[in-house]
């Protein structure tokens, strides 16, 4: 009995120090693997190295509604002061939730954008960075066909793009008497731009006033002096425009141009077109500083990288308007895309009957919706800003007459008896309560982890539900989180322009 007893007693303490050990566990930290490489390792001399560059920029201005960066990421002797142009307009005053970093992976090949979920901090010479474990293992369990979002340790271990990052953001918050913010780290890369267009999906979300951006990109890589300028000024012309296509095309340019020992026009491009996918209409280009190699100490001119940074500043979103013609145009555009899909042809909107500073040039989410003799024949939109409204138009109204599972493709017969109804939408933007929504001339967009659903301001005046009724039954019957799944989800409201 006493054996017994002696045996139960030992095992009972073995448990609670096998349970004390799992409470005790030691924090993982991603140490300083660039230090006395891109910049020093010796904790004052950076402190006072960074501080230097930070003085040099103390009068330039501030954005108070700063977005995103674009910073490069060279040792320190070679791009710090570009870098530290870009650190000193974050103003003193702004509280960020947390900071998203985004890069280029210099070692691994990932088709697609790894997430640090092991870390808990970054280490710097300076200290340690806190990683927002939540919301990085948000983005790598999120759904998606293709995985887009993981985690895979190579990626990170070696990587130098964001870590250059961390002594300026320590600093600048020291300087402000602020706690720095938590990081969310990502390196991006794949050749697909569909990819990079569902990235861009997943994070605008984030892409809020409580968030910062900073994407990690230097510029032209090995080219002379006199051709990195030249190339530079190209790529930083396209950028300050905000038009991915407009970067796209000009590293495109670039790349076949001639200029010797080009190797890339931008070595973050994949990070920089994901930040741009996010952007919308309201946000602002601001180019800050431009310099290269060879701007330091005369360095060599032979062989030179370059280096920007730019501020990415939300303002006051332009009133979106779409004038009678415009109007009539999309509709005949939509209509015409149906016949040419009864005909066999494929959907090819001529771009040249769209006037050159047409709103229906713009980027958008739309909604078309088919009625019959007042009862509805198909429906189908698509959200997001990444396609022009004369062709989303064009794609809805043929998938709202031949895929909307709900009912049988149209028929020829039909189309004389058929309405044609369009929702253009304004850019979704993100509320913390009901407070901020107003039934009638708000739309709902609900997402919790992988679910999401939508009800379109109109769907208010056909029903005859209160406001919070209209969210309970989007979050039950669209998004299918349950009838208080709202509740601890993300709400966005947008406006719909119909007709």
């Known amino acids: 009995m006493m054996t017994k007893l002696l045996i139960t007693i030992i095992t009972t303490i073995m448990m609670m120090?096998?349970?004390?050990?799992?409470?005790?566990?030691?924090?993982?930290i991603r140490p300083a693997t660039q230090a006395n490489r891109f910049y020093t390792g010796d904790p004052d001399e950076l402190r006072e190295e960074v501080d230097s560059y930070l003085m040099l920029h103390k009068d330039k201005p501030v954005f108070e509604h700063l977005a995103a960066l674009i910073v490069p990421h060279a040792g320190y002797y070679f791009s710090g002061n570009v870098a530290a142009s870009a650190y000193m307009s974050i103003p003193a005053n702004k509280s960020f939730k947390r900071i998203f970093l985004l890069g280029p992976s210099h070692h691994e090949w990932l088709n697609g954008a790894?997430?640090?979920t092991e870390a808990d901090y970054y280490a710097t010479p300076l200290g340690q960075v806190r990683v927002d474990h939540e919301t990085a293992l948000a983005l790598t369990t999120t759904k998606n066909e293709d995985s887009i979002f993981f985690y895979k340790p190579e990626a990170h271990d070696r990587e130098h793009c964001l870590e250059v990052q961390l002594p300026f953001l320590q600093r600048l918050?020291?300087?402000?008497s602020e706690e720095m913010p938590p990081i969310v780290p990502i390196i991006i890369s794949t050749n697909d731009f569909r990819k990079l267009k569902q990235i861009a999906?997943?994070?605008?979300?984030?892409?809020?006033e409580e968030n910062l951006f900073?994407?990690?990109s230097d510029f032209s890589h090995y080219p002379s002096y006199e051709d990195a300028c030249e190339v530079d000024a190209l790529t930083g012309k396209a950028i300050e425009t905000g038009d991915v296509e407009e970067f796209?095309?000009?590293i495109e340019r670039n790349a076949h141009s001639g200029k010797r020992n080009l190797a890339t026009s931008a070595c973050g491009e994949l990070a920089i077109v994901t930040l741009m996918l996010m952007m919308d209409k309201s946000c602002q280009v601001k180019h800050l500083l431009y310099q290269n190699s060879g701007d330091i100490d005369n360095h060599d001119h032979s062989r030179v990288v370059g280096y920007h940074a730019f501020a990415i500043l939300r303002t006051a979103a332009q009133e979106f308007s779409l004038s009678d013609e415009e109007k009539k145009l999309l509709k005949e555009i939509a209509l015409k895309s149906i016949k040419d899909s009864l005909d066999g042809k494929r959907i090819a909107t001529d771009s040249s009957i769209i006037p050159p500073h047409s709103s229906l040039k713009q980027k958008c989410g739309a909604f078309v919706s088919l009625h019959r003799q007042g009862h509805l024949r198909g429906?189908?939109?698509h959200f997001g800003e990444d396609v022009p409204l004369y062709e989303i138009v064009a794609e809805m109204a043929r998938a709202a007459a031949f895929e909307d599972p709900r009912f049988s493709p149209v028929c020829r017969e039909e189309l004389t008896d058929i309405d044609i109804e369009i929702s253009v939408l304004t850019p979704m933007r993100r509320i913390h309560s009901l407070d901020e929504f107003e039934l009638h001339r708000h739309g709902i967009y609900i997402r919790r982890g992988y679910r999401s659903g939508t009800y379109l301001p109109q769907v208010a005046d056909e029903v005859n539900w209160t406001k919070e009724e209209f969210v309970s039954h989007c979050a039950q019957d669209?998004?299918?989180i349950g009838w208080d799944g709202w509740r601890d989800a993300e709400l966005y409201v947008y406006e719909a322009i119909v007709f």
């Not at 120090?17 to 993982?28: F, I, L």
């Not at 918050?173 to 402000?176: D, R, V």
């Open 17 to 28: 120090n096998m349970c004390n050990g799992q409470a005790a566990k030691e924090p993982v």
């Open 114 to 116: 790894s997430v640090n």
């Open 173 to 176: 918050f020291a300087l402000h």
């Open 201 to 208: 999906e997943v994070l605008k979300p984030y892409f809020t």
């Open 214 to 216: 900073v994407i990690s």
């Open 248 to 250: 796209l095309a000009a």
């Open 379 to 381: 429906c189908i939109g």
């Open 478 to 480: 669209k998004a299918g």
